[in-house]
């Protein structure tokens, strides 16, 4: 069975993903088989739905706007590859999937594919959708596992014939290297992303990019001789986002030198931080963080995005250690080396080691452009340093929560034979563990999580995830700004499974010049307050230092994240 511009092609082994790459010279195979094994191939066969005359909006913009022009004739149409794993027969695409949801489970993304320039298929991906949670690797037992969960995707659908497909992606384009290099093809995807996420900002088509340029400029800008952090930076702030653009240069790093010096004299806490652990606060955040490499600062940078981190850690001793007076504690963004990032020179979803970016593995971190929603106010560095002012203020409440809630763990141990056996078991094991857990040392600190996060995502998470009436109580009360920023404790065994024993929480609106004034929600073990929109900061201090207040809370609590 045969349909006019769509064909059906069955990957089971290497031979034939070659086959296939000689018989299509738009595919490249060392592309095609590095996607294909983030799928389990050739464990795994891949089949491919192909549309032949797919028109991709982006590319026929820049075809009107640029390649139309050209002497010779010039493709108008792309390709869009639908990619399932598994063999599956053609028949089956005509029918309803929603029922057995066969092909549903089974799709992973598309890949669009636009004519090349140079002849070259390396650089010819256009807009391509692939779904980061089904890919898989192996360890060493050969177990597989999915190794993106902490990445940021939203929700994307497309349509084949009569079926709907409902999947989380982080789009990807490669750039042409002639009318889109790496800083337009960043801008595009990022904008991209956003629109389908949310319905204040817009898609923007090349055009779109290139006239805002064009007013900034004052020379021509096709074909495309890249552009500097400032114009990225102005760009997206034209296109609706809040921009805050922080680098190694004197230039750009000044801002945050000043806003970060007038409370950073009250911090007694010995915590520098630069500009790798602010990739890590936003990205940990769920902004995309466009972050400027280079193998040296002058020359060669090149625009990529930052979309997430590993889950692999470092070894604690290759880690940062600080202290909270005798408590040692570190930064989760010192556990975190390897990010997950778009490079439009490579595949999507590219896991590279911190300063070994890009294909030559030779770039360094140079500059960081975050898209900001519009009232987020108060950046990484200021938040940082009012937490680690707050940290120092209540070092002595944090060292008794820790004895607390071992001794609590211990009195429930001795407790535990009135449960049946198999209760008995579980709670003697979580309990054995928390006990453990909670047992502070240079082998295992406390960590210290720092990130932003939606109020209303946030608040959801602590109402539901608690049988503590009190505790949904609590939560559901307080007011918050859209955006907060949360300083969360934990020790390094404890954070493994989720599990806090202090929370901080600052308004995201405030100024860095607010300090202290910033603080919403100060929770240590069970005792919490938060402060109300029209309360004076004397009357919450007073709430906070009262030992006796607010010790109906359970000791410990469940860790909030922004991936899914």
Known sequence: MEINNYRFEIIKDLDGLRSFCNKNSWAFFEQFDEIFRLYGFPINSITMVIDEYYIDAAYRDLYYHYWSSFHFDWKRYCKRIFLFSSIHKEEEFLYDDSEDNILNNDFLGIITIRPSYSGEPDHTFGRTLLNPYKMIKYDGDGNSYCPYRYIITTEYEVNLF???????????????????????????????????????????????????????????????????????????????????????????????????????????????????????????????????????????????????????????????????????????????KRYIVQDDNQIPYREELMNQFTQKKNCKLDAIIVPLDRHIYLDAPSAVTIFDTWLNSQDIAISSSIVIIKQKAIEALKQINEYDEELRTDFENELSQLINGMEVSEDNPIVIRYCLANSSSYKKHRISNTYSEQEKVFYAGILMPKYVWLCQLSTYHCYEQGILFAEVVLDATASSMAKMNSIIISRISNKATYRMPNEEYEMFEKRLNDVDSNNNLPHVFYSYSNFV
């Open 162 to 336: 009569c079926n709907t497909f409902k999947f989380s992606a982080f789009a990807f384009s490669s750039q042409d290297g002639v009318a889109m290099k790496c800083a337009e093809t960043a801008i595009y995807v990022l904008c991209e992303q956003f629109a389908t996420s949310s319905p204040l900002y817009a898609r923007k088509l090349p055009s779109d990019i290139q006239e805002k340029l064009y007013s900034r400029l004052s020379e021509r800008v096709l074909p495309s001789h890249g552009m500097i952090g400032d114009d990225i930076s102005y760009l997206l702030r034209e296109f609706g986002f809040s921009t805050i653009m922080n680098g190694t240069s004197e230039e750009t790093d000044k801002t945050y030198f000043i806003a970060g010096e007038s409370i950073k004299d009250e911090c007694m806490i010995d915590h520098e931080t630069n500009l790798e652990n602010w990739l890590y606060y936003y990205v940990e955040s769920g902004f995309p963080v466009l972050m400027v490499v280079s193998p040296n600062q002058e020359v060669n940078k090149h625009a990529i995005l930052g979309i997430g981190h590993s889950i692999d850690t470092l070894q604690l001793n290759e880690c940062r250690i600080y202290h909270i007076g005798k408590l040692p504690f570190i930064d989760t963004s010192e556990l975190y």
